[in-house]
């Protein structure tokens, strides 16, 4: 069983930056691909960033492309999340996910395994 544990989150000031980490543990990356997803109060979860382990493809949401990075790191089996010029439009839960499917998509039906959300806040 593939668990996952978010970390980093915290309060930050507009313009700002914060690194997100999501530690894997039980199995290794290598057959998944990871995702980033958040969600902001009243509102639904939704897709941020993905990255497919094998291959290091990436794929970004709009509204956070050119700011958010997603990376992994193979000793560590983690993936991260460097957010830069942070924005209050940004503040969210952030959750980590995996999908056994080797694709980067931005459906959250199809990620078999979630973190616990890591609460990011941005303020003006």
């Known amino acids: 069983q593939l668990q996952l544990v978010e970390s980093g989150g915290g309060l930050v000031q507009a313009r700002g930056s914060l690194r997100l980490s999501c530690a894997a543990s039980?199995?290794?990356?290598?057959?998944?691909?990871m995702g980033w997803f958040r969600q902001a109060p009243g509102k639904e979860r939704e897709f941020v960033a993905a990255?497919?382990?094998?291959?290091?493809?990436?794929y970004y949401t709009d509204s956070v492309k050119g700011r958010f990075t997603i990376s992994r790191d193979n000793a560590k089996n983690t993936v991260n999340l460097q957010m830069k010029r942070l924005k209050p439009a940004d503040t969210a839960v952030y959750y980590c996910?995996?999908?056994?499917?080797?694709?980067?998509?931005?459906?959250?039906?199809?990620?078999?395994?979630w973190g616990q959300g890591t609460q990011v806040t941005v303020s003006s």
């Open positions: 996910a995996a999908t056994s499917r080797m694709i980067v998509t931005t459906r959250m039906l199809e990620y078999n395994y």
């Open positions: 039980g199995r290794t990356l290598s057959s998944h691909a």
């Open positions: 990255i497919i382990w094998c291959d290091s493809t990436t």
